[in-house]
């Protein structure tokens, strides 16, 4: 029932014309002592409880906290909680709690929990948008590093076991670190390669030492050759930096390695040299000249002392051996004269007196030792060749010469057939005993049947360990062109069963590389199908090549559309930029088609896309730092209203300090947001200079009312004396008014009469109405409109001074 309709019920239409008047009392309407007590009545709660019906029926806000607050005031002890729960803002909740904190605390906790919760949820608000920044932190970075989403990770479990977040709370962080765990994910996976290359790398230069220097360097190049087929990603960027470091240091000291063994191999080819030295054929000049080439040699830092000792000692032995050697040349020419001296005497007499067998046996004799006729005296020695010349005219003589060097042929044949040589080798002697066979048939003419046969069998026995290795090499050619052609057969079908969409083209590329060197591993075939099987295999590889480079070029056609949309963006919004520019680089891996275009090419792509996202980047910046700037601004104009408001706050003129405290509000919400970091700081100087500027406003308005009040009072009484009895009454009807009003109790002789007026208050408030009082403003106002009134008395003032008393106006 509301309040109104109770009033009307029990109230009013008790008064009708006609209605049953309440039995008077003999004591004017008063009860007597012998009078049964009446049942407590509980009509005042029940007015009370629709009045706050009524207040509860209005939009929650400013207004109706204010409302609730007045009325909370005179409120039963029973109503208060429900009055309490129905204030709905921060101020609102303040005021109760400073009202009520000594007066009753059940409603004072209420309001003090209900404050705590809205502080927790606000502190809790900005602790999930700090976290969120830096989850968006992480995210937004170039390279994602592990540390940073780790301490991200603990500030969320640190929050959670804090504040306990809710599902929904959870949900926008767990998307974010979502994110940021795909492109952590797609960020390991491609610098795992590198970092295995890396580790590869460093291995090999740990076992350096222990391998021969051509073997490092081919691992190297091998390793090196690898860089290329990796993928370009943040991050990779410094590992593949220390790649080519690591490799560089690697040849370097390889080098050294060879440069030194090098060294260490040139001196020992002059040890060698110095101890392979003929000491019959060599002279002094020839070990000078050693000596110089031992110098000239590049410096040596270890084993250079050694290999000098080894050298000198070599070229010791060589200067004794040499010296040995002209001594014995000396004997030996001596010998050899002698022995020249004496054959040349006997030739000569064999040719004169026609002795060819004597002839010959000491042709024979000077033949064996025709390398030491350079002994001989320059006579001696031209004798000895005109001799052997006219030895050789003698009748016979050509016979025995043409049998002398066939079997000289002969036993090289004999020789090779029992001992052959390797397989090229025999046949390349064999072919050249032939030919000299030839030339001397033409020389010297045919030679006899014996020495033919002689010949002809020894050849056709060295000859078969040649025909051997040409069988073996026929079947090794045979099964070579069966395993190429299985090669080819093997490509084929697995082509003819590639999935040519989904196929991975990583694994197509390390096909064709492992196919081009089984192929070249396979070793030569017969030359009658070494050119079918090299066509049909090129045209195996041709389709596997042309596969490629159609992938390929769907790649480069990729990267290219994803490149010119990343640099669309740079004039969109930015916001909007960013968001499309983190897809693009997910899209650039993950619809990465796998097949590799060359170092240079993936380097010059990769740089293309990565300069046309840093421009959007840059622009995302560009309009941070504009922001950064406006708040700055903002925040120097704020302080510079906030200064405004302290001076103001300090001054004694009431209405030029409401003036400015409106004004400056206003440009104070009219102007931007400030940095966050300073908010709280700025924000709390600014109410703290509202607070101060409200109370020195209540001050001076305090001051001008006691002011004013005193005047209106000394004028009220100066008037006393001339009102009529009327206006007397209006007056203390009037003073009734202001007791309802300031919510001070009227004496009890005027409970009745108060009741009646509030009443009908009431009535012309649900009709819209106010009445006179009501429109005269505050209380101020109409303590001033009732002293305007003429008329008064004693009576009047003592409750009048109540009044001033509960308004601070005494």
């Given at each position: 029932m509301f309040l109104w309709d109770f009033f009307k019920k029990g109230r009013i239409e008790a008064q009708k014309p006609g209605a049953p008047a309440a039995p008077a009392t003999a004591s004017g309407g008063k009860p007597?002592?012998?009078?049964?007590?009446?049942?407590?009545?509980?009509?005042?709660?029940?007015?009370?409880?629709?009045?706050?019906?009524?207040?509860?029926?209005?939009?929650?806000?400013?207004?109706?906290?204010?409302a609730l607050l007045q009325w909370i005031k005179t409120a039963p002890a029973s109503l208060r909680p429900d009055a309490a729960e129905a204030i709905s803002t921060e101020q609102g909740l303040k005021e109760l709690t400073k009202q009520f904190k000594d007066r009753d605390r059940r409603v004072y906790k209420?309001?003090?929990?209900?404050?705590?919760?809205?502080?927790?949820?606000?502190?809790?608000?900005?602790?999930?948008?700090?976290?969120?920044?830096?989850?968006?932190?992480?995210?937004?970075?170039?390279?994602?590093?592990?540390?940073r989403l780790v301490?991200?990770?603990?500030?969320?479990?640190?929050?959670?076991?804090?504040?306990?977040?809710?599902?929904?709370?959870?949900?926008?962080?767990?998307?974010?670190?979502?994110?940021?765990?795909?492109?952590?994910?797609?960020?390991?996976?491609?610098?795992?390669?590198?970092?295995?290359?890396?580790?590869?790398?460093?291995?090999?230069?740990?076992?350096?030492?222990?391998?021969?220097?051509?073997?490092?360097?081919d691992q190297l190049a091998a390793l090196v050759a690898r860089v290329g087929e990796l993928e370009a990603a943040p991050g990779t960027a410094r590992i593949g930096r220390e790649i080519e470091a690591a490799a560089q240091a690697l040849q370097r000291s390889t080098q050294e390695r060879i440069d030194h063994a090098d060294r260490i191999g040139a001196r020992e080819a002059l040890i060698?040299?110095?101890?392979?030295?003929?000491?019959?054929?060599?002279?002094?000049?020839?070990?000078?000249?050693?000596?110089?080439?031992?110098?000239?040699?590049?410096?040596?830092?270890?084993?250079?002392?050694?290999?000098?000792?080894?050298?000198?000692?070599?070229?010791?032995?060589?200067?004794?051996?040499?010296?040995?050697?002209?001594?014995?040349?000396?004997?030996?020419?001596?010998?050899?004269?002698?022995?020249?001296?004496?054959?040349?005497?006997?030739?000569?007499?064999?040719?004169?007196?026609?002795?060819?067998?004597?002839?010959?046996?000491?042709?024979?004799?000077?033949?064996?030792?025709?390398?030491?006729?350079?002994?001989?005296?320059?006579?001696v020695s031209r004798k000895i060749h005109a001799l052997m010349e006219d030895a050789g005219k003698l009748k016979g003589w050509q016979k025995f010469t043409n049998v002398n060097k066939r079997d000289e042929l002969i036993e090289r044949a004999e020789k090779i057939a029992?001992?052959?040589?390797?397989?090229?080798?025999?046949?390349?002697?064999?072919?050249?005993?032939?030919?000299?066979?030839?030339?001397?048939?033409?020389e010297l003419g045919g030679a006899t049947d014996k020495l033919w046969n002689r010949f002809r069998g020894a050849t056709g026995k060295a000859y078969e360990s040649v025909r051997e290795h040409r069988k073996l090499q026929s079947k090794l050619r045979d099964r070579n062109a069966d395993a190429k052609q299985d090669q080819i057969r093997q490509l084929k079908e697995l082509l003819a069963q590639v999935d040519w969409v989904t196929v991975d083209w990583k694994a197509v590329e390390q096909l064709r590389r492992e196919a081009w060197t089984a192929w070249r591993a396979a070793g030569p075939v017969n030359r009658k199908l070494a050119d079918a099987l090299s066509k049909e295999h090129d045209a195996v590889m041709s389709e596997l090549d042309a596969k490629l480079d159609g992938a390929r070029a769907q790649e480069r056609s990729r990267r290219a559309r994803l490149t010119a949309e990343a640099q669309s963006l740079a004039s969109s919004d930015v916001r909007d930029a960013i968001i499309k520019v983190r897809a693009l680089q997910e899209r650039w891996t993950s619809e990465r088609v796998g097949v590799f275009l060359g170092r240079k090419?993936?380097?010059?792509?990769?740089?293309?896309?990565?300069s046309a996202c840093n421009a959007v980047f840059a622009q995302r910046d560009a309009k941070k730092q504009e922001?950064?700037?406006?708040?700055?601004?903002?925040?120097?104009?704020?302080?510079?209203?906030?200064?405004?408001?302290?001076?103001?706050?300090?001054?004694?003129?009431?209405?030029?300090?409401?003036?400015?405290?409106?004004t400056l509000q206003t440009e104070w919400d009219a102007t931007g947001d400030v940095p966050r970091a300073r908010v709280g700081e700025l924000v709390g100087a600014w109410r703290a200079a509202q607070d101060t500027a409200r109370k020195q406003l209540t001050v001076l308005a305090a001051q001008q009312d006691k002011l004013r009040m005193a005047e209106a009072r000394s004028a009220d009484l100066a008037r006393r004396g001339e009102a009529t009895p009327e206006q007397h009454e209006a007056k203390r009807a009037a003073l009734l008014d202001l007791e309802i009003a300031a919510q001070v109790d009227s004496p009890p002789e005027f409970k009745d009469a108060r009741l009646k007026r509030q009443v009908a208050l009431l009535a012309k408030s649900f009709h819209g109405e106010r009445d006179a009082a009501g429109a005269a403003g505050g209380l101020t106002d109409k303590l001033l409109a009732w002293h305007a009134l003429p008329g008064g008395d004693e009576a009047m003032d003592a409750r009048l001074a109540v009044i001033l008393a509960k308004a601070g106006l005494a």
């Open positions: 007597g002592k012998d009078e049964p007590k009446a049942a407590p009545d509980r009509s005042s709660e029940q007015n009370k409880r629709a009045e706050l019906n009524m207040l509860l029926a209005v939009p929650a806000g400013p207004e109706r906290d204010t209420q309001a003090r929990e209900r404050l705590d919760a809205l502080e927790r949820a606000a502190k809790k608000a900005e602790a999930l948008a700090a976290l969120t920044r830096q989850y968006e932190a992480v995210r937004d970075a170039e390279e994602v590093e592990v540390t301490e991200a990770d603990h500030a969320l479990d640190a929050l959670h076991a804090k504040l306990s977040l809710s599902t929904e709370e959870r949900a926008g962080l767990d998307a974010i670190r979502e994110q940021v765990q795909a492109r952590l994910v797609a960020q390991g996976d491609a610098q795992r390669g590198w970092v295995k290359l890396r580790g590869e790398i460093q291995q090999l230069a740990k076992s350096a030492a222990d391998q021969p220097p051509q073997v490092v360097l060698a040299q110095a101890k392979a030295l003929d000491a019959e054929k060599i002279g002094q000049r020839d070990l000078d000249d050693l000596q110089e080439q031992w110098r000239r040699l590049p410096a040596l830092d270890h084993a250079a002392v050694e290999l000098a000792e080894r050298f000198s000692n070599a070229l010791a032995k060589a200067k004794s051996a040499m010296a040995t050697a002209h001594e014995q040349q000396k004997e030996k020419a001596k010998a050899a004269r002698e022995f020249f001296d004496e054959v040349a005497g006997k030739l000569a007499t064999a040719l004169e007196t026609g002795h060819a067998v004597d002839a010959i046996k000491v042709h024979d004799q000077i033949r064996a030792r025709m390398a030491d006729l350079r002994f001989a005296p320059a006579g029992a001992t052959p040589l390797p397989a090229d080798l025999q046949e390349a002697e064999i072919k050249s005993l032939q030919d000299q066979w030839k030339a001397l048939d033409k090419e993936e380097d010059e792509s990769w740089q293309s896309f990565r922001f950064v700037g406006e708040l700055e601004a903002n925040f120097k104009t704020k302080q510079g209203l906030l200064a405004k408001l302290q001076e103001a706050a300090a001054g004694t003129d009431r209405k030029a300090l409401a003036a400015a405290l409106k």
